[in-house]
């Protein structure tokens, strides 16, 4: 089935500065990467998502982008807040695999200090 | 708030016990997944329904079982419970049967602890 790896595992940076998350997958056929944010005690909520059309897709302060050939994606947030701090989950998914269900990844703990 | 309901919001269990976890989906939405949450696997899927239909299975155990009622609603049961089903259990809806054209939104969770 389709495995994601998620790295880093913690990240802390501080206010203003920008964070880099990374994802890859190994199923060739997965065609949509969301990526999800989990304040502490909460749900998670979409923030992002890509598909496989498309290489990069921009939203506000935060970014995704994707190489298919290379089978990983990557969250970028710049300018970081102390609002951002959360953990993030990104994921894959396609038709053949789990029926379109999301794979994700382990999680990356985000902790941004003023 | 996401329009998905997931009830109890908490559950204290002893092992060996049975309970039913229950998930309405957003108005509108056909498509339920379960996921579980613990501390170390991070969220695994478990098993989807679309429309009444089991669509996907993921790592769900034997002793777990699912159903999408009528109404859309759905119900995980969890049987003979043990120690390591202490998690939460997350139920996400989405309007389409994939999630590439339809995101998944997820409700609050219930939490599980076997004791």
């Known amino acids: 089935g389709e495995n994601v790896e998620q790295h880093p595992s913690t990240l802390s940076v501080q206010e203003g500065d920008s964070a880099v998350i990374k994802c890859t997958y190994s199923d060739s056929a997965s065609n949509y990467f969301p990526w999800y944010k989990q304040e502490l005690g909460k749900r998670p909520q979409l923030i992002i998502d890509?598909?496989?059309?498309?290489g990069e897709k921009k939203d506000q302060r935060i970014a995704v982008t994707l190489n298919k050939t290379a089978k990983h994606f990557s969250l970028h947030i710049t300018e970081t807040q102390p609002e951002d701090s959360a953990v993030y989950f990104c994921a894959a998914s396609n038709m053949f695999n789990s029926g379109y269900a999301l794979n994700f990844g382990k999680g990356t703990s985000l902790l941004v200090t003023p | 708030d996401s329009g998905v309901t997931q009830t109890p919001k908490h559950l204290i269990t002893a092992t060996g016990q049975r309970v039913t976890l229950r998930c309405s989906p957003r108005s509108g939405d056909l498509s339920v997944y379960w996921y579980q949450q613990s501390l170390d696997q991070g969220l695994q899927f478990l098993i989807h329904?679309?429309?009444?239909?089991?669509?996907a299975k993921g790592n769900i155990l034997e002793r777990f079982s699912a159903q999408q009622f009528p109404d859309l609603h759905s119900e995980l049961n969890l049987s003979s419970l043990e120690l390591g089903d202490s998690a939460l259990y997350f139920c996400a809806s989405s309007v389409g049967v994939s999630s590439y054209n339809s995101p998944l939104h997820f409700g609050n969770g219930t939490r599980l602890t076997v004791t």
């Open positions: 890509i598909r496989s059309n498309v």
């Open positions: 329904y679309y429309n009444g239909e089991e669509r």
